[in-house]
Nanobody
């Protein structure tokens, strides 16, 4: 079993910045993809950014140039640096990891609220 603990959410004004962290612990054998999703009220959960174990990253078009995903494999932690935040970035942000242990297994964090408002 893998546990994901997220931190860093909160209230920020438009154009501000936040940094989210997600630390994985437990029976970690092979962390493959680590990613961030978000879900705004009344909307479906969407991919924000993902990073493979090799360091390749992809982003939602809406956050390209503003958000940066990174990971520290030694600490089993993934980060999301969010700059130039907009009101439409307001959502619950979820950490996601894909691991392999005889089969592929997905884990989700509990979510952290990000609110962008003046």
């Amino acid at each position: 079993q893998v546990q994901l603990v997220e931190s860093g959410g909160g209230l920020v004004q438009p154009t501000g910045s936040l940094r989210l962290s997600c630390a994985a612990s437990g029976s970690i054998f092979n962390l493959n993809t680590m990613a961030w999703y978000r879900q705004a009220p009344g909307k479906q959960r969407e991919l924000v950014a993902a990073m493979s174990s090799g360091g390749g990253a992809n982003y939602a078009n809406s956050v390209k140039g503003r958000f940066t995903i990174s990971r520290d494999n030694a600490k089993n932690t993934v980060y999301l640096q969010m700059n130039s935040l907009k009101a439409e970035d307001t959502a619950v942000y979820y950490c996601y990891v894909l691991t392999f242990r005889s089969s592929w297994i997905e884990y989700w964090g509990q979510g952290t609220q990000v609110t962008v408002s003046s």
